[in-house]
């Protein structure tokens, strides 16, 4: 199996259970082994998950100020949450392949696999979640139709991208390419580094 193929199935896996309550309190119950990719894939699916939800709930526009608050710092813990996954995640790479034998002509890539795969989790809530507007009974027959071309591209695309990432993979293995881990050194979340928190002290 691909492993853009095992993430899209992870990916929907995790997006049908959520939904079994759809509920942004809801507890993660990761069917897979802590310490194995598929864990760090769930996990990353189920955070996007519920913050795609938390992102609907903050726009309702008779929201309590206080309410609003608090959803805010709750999307940035999430935001926080997401990014050391796809750092995990990284890491898993980078030791998958970190002996592979580098070919004078390798090149770096743009951006990591690992953040290629956080766009493929965020794809496939752009799918789940188009495809429910098209099936929409309520909604007029032009908004489905129009939701439709919609996911059809979204589908392209997940096609797309799962074979960018299985090719980028390709190269690693072959040496063709090489990659490095970066930090993402957040600077908002850090009291030393945001002037708005160390200007208070």
């Given at each position: 199996m691909m492993f853009s193929e095992k993430a899209n199935r992870i990916f929907e896996e995790s997006i049908n259970r959520y939904h079994v309550n759809d509920d942004v309190d809801s507890v993660i119950v990761n069917p897979y082994e802590d310490g194995c990719i598929e864990h760090d894939l769930y996990q990353k699916n189920w955070i996007d998950t519920v913050q795609w939800h938390l992102e609907d709930i903050i726009r309702d526009p008779q929201i309590n100020p206080v309410e609003a608050l608090a959803l805010k710092r709750r999307i940035d813990r999430s935001n926080q949450e997401r990014t050391d996954l796809v750092e995990a995640i990284d890491s898993y790479f980078y030791t998958l392949y970190h002996a592979v034998e580098v070919q004078p002509t390798a090149t770096i890539n743009t951006?990591?696999?690992a953040w290629a795969v956080d766009r493929l989790s965020i794809l496939a809530l752009k799918i789940y979640h188009m495809q429910e507007q098209v099936n929409r009974k309520e909604a007029s027959e032009e908004h489905r139709r129009k939701c439709?071309?919609?996911?059809?591209?979204?589908?392209?695309?997940r096609i797309d991208l799962s074979t960018a990432i299985d090719q980028l993979l390709a190269d690693f293995e072959a040496g063709?390419?090489?990659?490095?881990?970066y930090k993402q050194m957040k600077m908002y979340n850090d009291p030393t580094t945001n002037p708005v928190l160390y200007g208070k002290k």
């Open positions: 951006e990591s696999p439709q071309e919609k996911l059809d591209v979204l589908l392209q695309q063709r390419k090489y990659m490095r881990v």
